[in-house]
């Protein structure tokens, strides 16, 4: 090889361009490396621990100022029933007034606004749902998800497994290519909270009347992928 003749010509020379041999030297070793790049994700699976319960209020009238009067009221109503809940996070969300004109009549105004429950007491919002149901609000659907402490003690969980797959994998894929593990390089990690949201849920006043919405305990996933690249040499 080119390469070796001129290290070696460097080498002779050693008394007078010292510093120019172990350039030589080094760039030789470079050569003679191979860089591999490679990923392990690593996933954390645990129960959720926070249910959230999504409904809403319509109201419907002739005038925008009577169906944004009329909606208003049921809202007020419903969060005086889930207000000052302990462990119950409720929230009165978006706002929303539309026309509808059919083909014959008059026009109607509909406004709409949403109402969402959250909590790590499931039966709690489940039966708050209910109640809510009971007064003329429509469920739109429940979700599962984790409380801020589980997720963060997931997270590290996931990230700390995944760095102790990095070397074992990086020892086996050189091993695999006749070749060992010099050193890692540009560690990369990358760690989020994926959980699994399930169908959303239909039930409402009028197909079940007296009793709560249920709502299974999905299994929420939290997820660590760690990139890295790795040096092997002979």
């Not at 129960?47 to 005038?63: G, K």
């Not at 007020?76 to 009549?105: F, L, N």
């Not at 007064?135 to 984790?146: E, F, N, R, Y």
Request: with cysteine.
């Amino acid at each position: 090889m080119t390469y070796s003749r001129f290290a070696l010509g460097a080498v002779c020379a050693a008394g007078l361009f010292g510093g120019v041999v172990g350039h030589a030297k080094a760039a030789v070793q470079d050569h003679d490396m191979t860089t591999l790049n490679f990923s392990v994700t690593n996933d954390v699976r645990a129960p959720a621990t926070r249910l959230t319960a999504h409904l809403y209020a319509r109201a419907e009238n002739v005038s925008p100022m009577g169906a944004q009067k009329a909606l208003n009221a049921s809202i007020a109503t419903a969060m005086k029933v889930v207000s000052g809940q302990a462990g119950v996070d409720a929230k009165a969300g978006s706002y929303t007034i539309d026309d509808e004109t059919p083909e014959h009549g008059h026009t109607r105004w509909i406004a709409r606004q949403d109402v969402t429950l959250s909590g790590e007491d499931a039966g709690r919002i489940l039966e708050l749902a209910g109640a809510l149901q009971a007064q003329g609000l429509m469920l739109d659907g429940t979700d599962w998800s984790l409380d801020p402490a589980s997720r963060e003690a997931l997270l590290k969980k996931a990230r700390l497994e995944a760095l102790e797959k990095v070397r074992p994998q990086a020892e086996e894929n050189a091993k695999a290519l006749g070749l060992k593990l010099i050193r890692l390089n540009d560690v990369r990690i990358n760690a989020g909270y994926e959980g699994v949201r399930p169908m959303m849920a239909t039930l409402s006043l009028r197909s079940a009347p007296m009793a709560p919405p249920q709502a299974s305990r999905e299994e929420q996933v939290v997820s660590a992928t760690v990139e890295v690249q790795a040096e092997l040499g002979q």
